[in-house]
């Protein structure tokens, strides 16, 4: 894997403080949203705004949408398609939220996937099941059926159904993160998804965007955080249903990093500038260049866990993101285009990112 050093200079851009328009319910006092964590690094990051929600006259929001159900529980999304379709098929992403597998919100989302319809993607945020309601694999369980629907439904919003990419946020453990990247690398191992029937319609990724997640969960790094034993619970003990030494076998069975193969998808890990987030990505991206897969690393320094969900770090996300998706769903240009670099150069930055790029 070679190392490219790239100048992307990010906009400090004047967003609009709020999320606004959700027909979601409202969270739980303690749930992990823009508003609260925003209230927690505002002293630091002086700087940042909460990313706008607000959807723009280009894009059409459909909020509210089932898309499976557990007993008499509605798991919904919402998605955001650009207006301008032109009889076009879109390529289609899955945004999955974090908070430590035991909270958070899909509107947590709804600013970068307001973006990405308006780059031409059809862009879906999705609520799954958190660790209080049901532990280990459950999340994964709903994530895939929420890929499931997105191409069982792409005749009926224009989506093209050979082209769907899963993409996980990580906000307050490494949860969505790490979701999103075990969906994808699992593609096609019954156990993971026990929904599919004979002959169901596959809930398979063909690219994984994951933001500051975890991609292994067993390593002494990893479990300083994770499996801190003044947490009792830590999130992850939560979700997995007890601590490393009781349930060594979940823990492994959920890092990403055991499932890499010559069939996984093409990876963009986007990363903070907090390392013990990310733990066991280089050793997974080294196993991934062994098999032939591609990938590509964009490390945004001095940067806290939740970046994303603030300006001015959710432009050189998205546009990471869109680049990463155009070249490996639209068969664009592996060449990071220079006049958007020279866009982002010409507004000015408190951050410097850095470009890894795999073999391929």
């Not at 220079?338 to 410097?352: K, L, P």
Request: hydrophobic share 45%.
């Amino acid at each position: 894997m070679t190392s490219l050093p790239l100048k992307l200079v990010v906009a400090a851009l004047g967003a609009v403080f709020c999320v606004a328009g959700s027909a979601q319910a409202a969270p739980a006092p303690e749930s992990y949203t823009a508003e609260t964590t925003y209230a927690k690094l505002a002293p630091k990051y002086p700087f940042i705004k909460v990313a706008s929600s607000e959807v723009p006259a280009s894009v059409e929001a459909l909020r509210g949408i089932t898309y499976v159900r557990h007993g008499g529980r509605d798991l919904q999304l919402d998605l955001y398609l650009p207006k301008a379709r032109a009889g076009k098929a879109l390529p289609g992403v899955v945004f999955v939220h974090g908070g430590g597998w035991r909270t958070g919100v899909r509107a947590n989302f709804a600013p970068m996937a307001i973006r990405m319809a308006e780059r031409g993607y059809a862009a879906a945020t999705v609520s799954y099941r958190l660790s209080p309601e049901a532990q280990y694999p459950a999340a994964i369980h709903d994530v895939k059926a929420a890929l499931r629907w997105m191409r069982a439904h792409a005749g009926e919003y224009g989506i093209d159904p050979a082209r769907l990419a899963v993409a996980g946020g990580s906000a307050g453990g490494s949860a969505g993160g790490q979701i999103a990247s075990l969906v994808g690398v699992t593609n096609g191992v019954g156990r993971f998804d026990p929904d599919a029937e004979p002959g169901a319609v596959s809930s398979a990724a063909q690219a994984i965007v994951n933001i500051d997640g975890l991609s292994d969960f067993t390593s002494e790094a990893a479990r300083k955080y994770e499996d801190d034993p003044a947490r009792q619970p830590s999130s992850a003990g939560a979700w997995f249903g007890g601590r490393y030494a009781e349930k060594e076998a979940l823990w492994r069975d959920a890092s990403p990093t055991f499932y890499v193969n010559a069939k996984t998808p093409p990876i963009l890990f986007i990363g903070s500038g907090q390392a013990r987030f990310s733990v066991g990505r280089e050793e997974m991206i080294a196993k991934m260049d062994a098999a032939g897969v591609a990938s590509r690393v964009l490390v945004l320094p001095e940067t806290p866990h939740s970046f994303w969900l603030f300006d001015p770090w959710l432009e050189p996300t998205v546009e990471a993101t869109v680049r990463f998706l155009d070249q490996h769903m639209r068969g664009g240009s592996a060449q990071i285009r220079v006049s958007a670099i020279r866009a982002m150069n010409r507004v000015g930055s408190r951050a410097h990112p850095t470009l890894h790029s795999g073999q391929r």
